[in-house]
């Protein structure tokens, strides 16, 4: 039986104003100022800049700091699957994911703790939590450890 989850950020953080307009504008191209490339993949993704440090300072730093990535506006990211950074992003912009495969829950945990996106991994955190039961807790308990689900974990070893 393939289990599937709902996953949303909370209420009060995918509610925000700030958040709606941001909304309304991730789609408008002529902000489209930096370039995701995926190596795996050989594809890439236009995305804002600012929108990218909102959403983690993994890729701000990446971005704006002090990197060879910073002055082209083009970040390589190995070992990311170009529609589970685009869920994520999705995701931290207050849109809801209602029907996701554990093993794809446990590839955006993944990406997003990689990429510090904190208010995207409580939500991964809560989606899974609310679905754990003994026969999740084997797929869970592998993996949950190295990819920043410290409350998963705990949960599913005390069921």
Known sequence: KMVTMHIG?????ASQPLLHRIRL??????????????KNSKTSLRANT???GLASPVLHKMLCG??????????????????????LLDLWCGKELPQEEVADVLALASVADRLAMTEVGAALEEAI????????????????GRLG???????????
């Open 9 to 13: 950020l909370s209420r009060e953080f």
């Open 129 to 144: 939590i609310g679905r754990l039961d003994v026969a999740l807790c084997g797929d869970v308990l592998m993996d949950s």
């Open 50 to 52: 600012f929108l990218l």
């Open 149 to 159: 689900l410290g409350r998963v974990q705990a949960e599913a070893r005390r069921l």
């Open 66 to 87: 002090h990197f060879s990535e910073s002055a082209a506006r083009r970040v390589e990211l190995d070992d990311v699957d170009e529609a589970i950074f685009i869920k």
């Open 25 to 38: 504008m991730v789609d408008e191209e002529t902000l489209r100022d930096s370039e995701i490339y995926f």
